[in-house]
């Protein structure tokens, strides 16, 4: 079987046309995704920083002066955790969860000043990487100064009093109303604020999906008048590609993986997840992959728990395959430790770990290979179907001067693999070890067990 470059048949789609253009006047209809996304996140890897945990001071200005090895990681974009004062009333543990927002137009003085933050922001940018922050818009600390300057801005319960979000345990935070166009205007003020005043270059916005989208779809032009921003949307839902976000959560990504290393799953179901990505997702929507987060380090458990001897081969897909790459602080130095949320629990480092180079030998892998490239940027995988696709999972992702390979055995036990499908043969380039590898059009391989390889030219 021959592999063709989706890019290469869109190209000959797109000149077809060219050759024959309408004589009608009616004008073309918009595309699904009205989304432009910024050119700098093309190859972009999001570095996740939860600041109160980051360092033994958990401030921005700790967190600035860990920028260049940051960098050196490979890092594009930063998102913080959310930076706001939290709320006392009704808190939760010692210090309450930084998602109870006190004060969307201010700064957590425990994290340092407003000051403190910019310079953060322009350090960040001069090093040519990019920051968003966690936005909360779907509610309020209960002492957040709308509760008594707007008390009418709150969704209500049968009783006629403020509630928490309706079906979660979300005890310590008030739910707000969308149906109020005064809130509406104060978020939608709030929101440019930090990118027209204070510089950030976007948002991950919090429980997006319990937020109506047509707030996001009028929030995002306003955004781009003042730059080009990144949006990250904690939820599932491809139509928030159209006009709002740029990337969204690959949960189900996340489901199959930990499905397959519980023996829920087996490799099928991963090709499954890809081949539902490109018939059900535009090609503009980046899907966030990641093997740890602030929610899953904390209430799941950490990569070693979850993963175990799975782990590294989770991190190759998530960078390999169709997706973000999201690092969560700590995993690039081996932190073994579940990160309490609600009070002071600062990350185990470990910068000697082989993860850390790990991680740096990936983000440099995407960049330096297009295909990997995220949205329509990058390259649709192709399954290369073989005679153990129950444990073996392999596929292709190629334009005219770029290919990467990747064989994945996602089983516990030894595997030998044959390829039903013809491999494109040639010299490629083995990674991480760089070495010259010869690949026949029908190679068998055997892998370990969660043994991979990967292979580019």
């Not at 024959?20 to 918009?30: C, D, I, Q, R, Y």
Request: net charge negative.
């Amino acid at each position: 079987m021959k592999f063709i470059s989706l890019l290469a048949g869109t190209a000959l789609v797109l000149s077809a046309c060219a050759e024959a253009p309408s004589e009608s006047k009616t004008p073309a209809p918009k595309p699904a995704v009205q989304v432009q996304n910024p050119d700098w996140s093309k190859d972009a890897v999001i570095y996740q920083i939860n600041t109160r945990q980051y360092s033994e001071a958990g401030t921005f200005d700790a967190v600035r002066k860990d920028l260049p090895r940051i960098k050196e990681l490979g890092v594009d974009i930063l998102w913080l955790m959310p930076i706001h004062p939290i709320g006392e009333a009704k808190r939760k543990g010692p210090m309450g969860s930084p998602y109870a927002v006190k004060d969307f137009q201010a700064v957590n003085p425990e994290l340092g000043t407003l000051e403190d933050f910019k310079t953060l922001v322009q350090t960040a940018q001069d090093m040519g990487m990019k920051v968003i922050i966690d936005w909360v818009a779907n509610h309020t600390a209960w002492d957040n100064h709308l509760i008594t300057e707007h008390p009418d801005w709150y969704t209500r319960n049968d009783a006629g009093e403020m509630q928490h979000p309706p079906d979660t345990d979300w005890l310590d935070v008030a739910d707000l109303d969308y149906s109020k166009a005064g809130l509406r205007d104060y978020m939608t003020e709030s929101l440019l604020y930090w990118v027209r005043d204070v510089g950030i270059d976007g948002y991950r916005c919090d429980v997006a999906g319990m937020v109506p989208t047509d707030f996001w779809n009028a929030v995002r032009p306003k955004l781009d008048a003042i730059k080009p921003v990144f949006m990250l949307a904690e939820w599932e839902e491809p139509e928030l590609h159209e006009q709002a976000f740029d990337a969204t959560y690959a949960w189900k990504w996340k489901e199959a993986f930990q499905d397959l290393v519980n023996d829920k799953a087996d490799a099928t179901d991963i090709a499954a997840y890809y081949k539902t990505y490109q018939s059900d997702w535009p090609v503009e929507a980046m899907r966030m992959t990641y093997t740890s987060n602030h929610d899953q380090n904390t209430w799941d458990g950490t990569p070693f728990e979850i993963y175990g001897d799975a782990y590294e081969a989770a991190i190759a897909l998530s960078f390999t395959g169709q997706g973000l790459p999201l690092i969560y602080n700590g995993q690039e130095g081996a932190n073994d430790k579940r990160l309490k949320f609600f009070e002071k629990d600062e990350i185990n480092w470990n910068l000697n770990s082989p993860l850390n180079q790990l991680f740096k030998d990936f983000a440099q892998f995407k960049t330096d290979n297009p295909v990997l490239w995220n949205g329509s940027w990058g390259t649709p995988m192709t399954e290369i179907r073989n005679d153990n696709s129950q444990a073996v999972f392999s596929f292709i992702r190629e334009t005219g001067d770029n290919t990467v390979l990747g064989i994945f055995n996602l089983s516990d036990a030894e595997q030998s693999v044959s390829f039903t499908d013809e491999l494109p043969q040639g010299r490629y380039t083995q990674f991480p070890n760089e070495r010259f590898v010869e690949i026949a059009t029908y190679t068998r391989m055997t892998l370990g067990p969660w043994e991979y390889r990967l292979y580019s030219r």
